[in-house]
């Protein structure tokens, strides 16, 4: 079945870089996602790849995608304590007529000053 | 450009009582999703909606349901509510062609006692 894997904590200083990883079993997945949740709110979506792609990067946003491995990851430069928050991993399922998200259980930046 | 809302931010409930949730798409969007995520977890698929009908569901039972309106809202109903149905619910929207991303709304926060 699907099922999408995340560390569950990670805890970095301010101006490091962050690196979050997340493997995932559908290799048929179109396109691959991160999105950031902070405290009482909803997803914000950051930034997503697509399946055929090694690398996107967006600003301080890099994503890279080993789909040999079913790896993906999402590092982020120069981080900053506003960068606190939940990280989630997720990858699309394409049904028949629609296509459904399967979200990993999210991984928690701490980010100290 | 009004993104994702939805209503209410927060419900009490009690067991066995029925609930309706509301959200309204991203302009320009025709394609709403419903998610459940209850804490310390990430968002599980319950449904898709497009053309109002039910294009796509999760591992969920028939107490959920929902409905599309033509102008695109949707609504979430969830029957004969148990505990371990208090969760955050969140709506996102996206349109249909083009395998175009998944925006959230905020959620709504369901507790029952």
């Known amino acids: 079945g699907e099922d999408v894997e995340q560390s569950l904590f990670l805890s970095v200083r301010e101006g490091d870089s962050s690196v979050i990883n997340c493997t995932y079993t559908?290799?048929?997945?179109?396109?691959l996602y991160w999105y950031k949740q902070e405290p009482g709110a909803g997803l914000q979506l950051l930034t997503y790849?697509?399946?055929?792609?090694d690398m996107k990067q967006d600003q301080r946003l890099t994503v890279l995608l080993n789909k040999k491995d079913k790896h993906l990851s999402l590092r982020i430069a120069d981080t900053q304590t506003g960068d606190s928050a939940i990280y989630f991993c997720?990858?699309?399922?394409?049904?028949?007529?629609?296509?459904?998200?399967?979200f990993g259980k999210g991984t928690t930046l701490s980010v100290s000053s | 450009d009004a993104g994702v809302t939805q209503s209410p931010t927060h419900l009490i409930k009690t067991r066995g009582q029925q609930v309706t949730l509301r959200c309204s798409p991203k302009?320009?969007?025709?394609?709403v999703s419903w998610y459940q995520q209850a804490l310390g977890q990430g968002p599980q698929f319950i449904f898709q909606?497009?053309?109002?009908?039910?294009?796509q569901r999760g591992n969920f039972p028939d107490r959920f349901s929902g409905h599309q309106f033509p102008n695109y809202s949707s609504e979430l109903n969830v029957n004969a509510l148990l505990l371990g149905d208090s969760a955050l619910y969140l709506c996102?929207?996206?349109?249909?062609?083009?395998?175009?991303?998944?925006?959230f709304g905020d959620g709504t926060r369901l507790s029952i006692l």
């Open positions: 996102a929207s996206s349109l249909a062609r083009g395998s175009q991303p998944q925006h």
């Open positions: 559908d290799s048929s997945s179109t396109y």
């Open positions: 790849i697509f399946s055929n792609m």
């Open positions: 997720a990858e699309s399922m394409v049904g028949q007529a629609g296509t459904a998200l399967i």
């Open positions: 302009s320009g969007h025709d394609t």
């Open positions: 909606y497009y053309e109002e009908e039910e294009r």
